[in-house]
């Protein structure tokens, strides 16, 4: 039998948090979104983007790092890779830009692991899907979610508009109608790892 990759979490109370200039989004409303992607489009084609999957645990159990705009809309921490631009440099990149502090010094180590899912736009739609359907030969938008393993202690610098959340694994399990299809399956896609609990 084939072993499961290890995960190591470690507490939340471990990792400091502070604050830093807003983030702030390009659009307004999904619609603003929508059409901002279809510009995009049209100069550079389909759009590729990368998520990070932070891992840390409370009370013995997996949470994930998520991003709270304003009251409701929550989203992994990622974004847009740049034309030609490495998975695993830009979503470094990303990290750095949303969470990373302003010196060199307050930069996390990101250790950015596997690939655990891909999401397809098919059009320009919020709907993604986990497979890119057949009669489709363009999609707009691929998304892809990894692992990014935190060392033992991390300094996170959180956009003074936005909130970091520790959310559960099982408050996101087929909860999609609060954290969306993407976020909600989360669970399944990490049910082949250990995750090896340290307490320090």
Known sequence: MAMSQIVNTY??????????????????SVADRLARMKINYMKE????SVDAILLVQEHNHP?????????????????????????????????????GGNSAGLVPDWKVGECVATWWRPNFETMMY?????????????KRLYVVHLSEKEYF??????????VP???????VQRYGPVISTIPQQLSRFHFNMISS
Do not use: W
């Not at 986990?130 to 691929?142: N, S």
């Open 63 to 99: 949470h994930i790092l998520l991003l709270q705009i304003g009251n409701t809309f929550c989203k992994l921490p990622g974004g847009r890779l740049k034309p030609g631009e490495n998975e695993v440099e830009g979503l470094k990149r990303k990290l750095t830009s949303k969470l």
């Open 130 to 142: 986990p497979y890119c359907p057949p009669h489709i030969t363009k999609p707009k938008e691929c």
């Open 11 to 28: 507490p939340l109370s471990n990792y400091s948090f502070g604050t830093k200039e807003p983030k702030l989004e390009k659009d307004t």
């Open 169 to 175: 694994l099982f408050e996101l399990y087929d909860n």
């Open 45 to 48: 084609g389909m759009r590729t």
């Open 157 to 166: 610098a959180v956009p003074k508009n936005l909130k970091l959340l520790a």
